[in-house]
């Protein structure tokens, strides 16, 4: 009685807008199996839509990807690693691996040595993201990575914004970083290969940092933070049906915790969806920072004013959501609404949190 529905449409003109906003080739990111929308389910319509080139972190999506006859593409695996069976699992994709150390290049090399064949390899450098990657000062281990790895040919080099959503010093800070050290392999005599390193934000946010090709993956979906508006088409919605439809008199408790009492005689409609299947579930907010915590305790001063008002559509009209989620069902406010059981319920999801046991369709 539920399904996650993709609306093809809007993927493919969000593909093609991506395409022609960067004007490089874009390399889809499909991590977390596609954001939500189903890695492979994802890749058709994008490469229908002239994207050949993906992203994946795990090395195992890469090899998903060969065997469902996504054999000419580049797939770029992004997760350095320094495990020896996992570079092998990106070899025998055919897969691009990424080199952030020493170790990572070590263990790759040796990953091609043993199945007897070459590896392929985009280098990556560490500008602030602390998480893969050769620091700057490492210049020489870099230069080592690109000329003398046996079996390992480096064909890219790229980095990962930390803030392009926020921060364009930092932004173009980062991208200068990458700049120097391509051009100091240039001045070596050592073609650098694609240089990349412009995420969704990064891509939205500004208008010279693409580079020879940009890494995009939550643009697809039309969820990026960006003060201007994208153009992006916002796509991926819980649907759902009205299963009862019942009359409760005024004062009566709704919901755990009695979150909701009525005002006044309310028709409530209940729908099938819950935490369970993704619905109002959000990530907890990072509060590393003190500014974070500012900030997140006034949206959640915001919240409690606004009554923390979720709507559902019903029949193309909203709903409010009474009371707290559950974990397999809302109750809905339809005392306006002249619906009956059966009624289409449409709610607003994060992708990223649809249950993958809630059934994807593509329309
Ligand atoms: C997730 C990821 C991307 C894509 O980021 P979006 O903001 O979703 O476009 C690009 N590069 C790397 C290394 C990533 O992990």
Do not use: W
């Not at 960067?22 to 499909?30: K, R």
């Not at 795990?58 to 996992?86: C, F, H, K, W």
């Not at 000329?147 to 980062?174: C, E, L, M």
């Not at 969820?223 to 649907?239: D, F, M, Q, V």
């Amino acid at each position: 009685m539920k399904k996650f529905v993709i609306e093809t449409d809007k993927l493919a003109a969000n593909a093609q807008a991506i395409q022609d906003r960067a004007g490089v080739p874009v390399i889809a990111v499909l991590k977390a199996d596609g954001y939500g929308f189903g890695m492979l389910q994802m890749a058709k319509v994008l490469s229908e839509n002239g994207i050949t080139m993906f992203a994946v972190t795990e090395p195992e999506d890469a090899l998903t990807l060969r065997e469902n006859g996504y054999t000419s593409q580049l797939i770029l695996v992004m997760r350095s690693t320094a495990m020896q069976d996992e570079a092998e699992i990106v070899v025998r994709a055919n897969a691009t691996a990424t080199i952030g150390s020493p170790e990572a290049a070590a263990a790759l090399s040796a990953a091609a040595q043993k199945l007897g064949t070459a590896a392929k390899a985009h280098l990556k450098l560490d500008t602030g993201m602390g998480r893969y990657g050769f620091l700057s000062s490492q210049y020489e281990h870099i230069k080592t990575v690109y000329t003398r790895v046996p079996n390992v040919t480096v064909t890219g080099i790229y980095t990962h914004f930390h803030s392009a959503f926020a921060d364009g010093d930092a932004t173009h800070k980062q991208c200068a970083q990458l700049l120097e050290i391509t051009e100091r392999l240039t001045a070596d005599g050592i073609e650098p290969g694609l240089r990349h390193a412009a995420n969704s934000s990064g891509l939205y946010g500004y208008d010279d940092l693409t580079l020879d090709a940009v890494r995009v993956g939550s643009a697809f979906t039309g969820r990026i933070p960006s003060k201007a508006p994208t153009g992006l088409h916002r796509l991926g919605y819980l649907e759902s049906r009205v299963i009862e439809l019942r009359e409760v008199p005024a004062g009566h408790t709704v919901g755990y915790g009695a979150g909701y009492v009525t005002k006044r005689p309310t028709k409530i409609a209940v729908v099938p969806v819950g935490y369970t299947d993704g619905f109002s579930v959000e990530k907890k907010k990072d509060l590393y920072r003190f500014r974070d915590v500012i900030r997140y305790l006034i949206g959640e001063i915001r919240t409690f004013f606004r009554k923390g008002i979720i709507t559902v559509q019903v029949d193309g009209k909203p709903a409010r959501v009474l009371g707290h989620v559950g974990l397999c069902h809302v109750s809905l406010d339809v005392t306006a609404l002249d619906i009956k059981v059966g009624a289409t319920a449409v709610l607003d999801v994060n992708p990223l949190y649809v249950s993958p046991l809630v059934e994807k369709e593509y329309v």
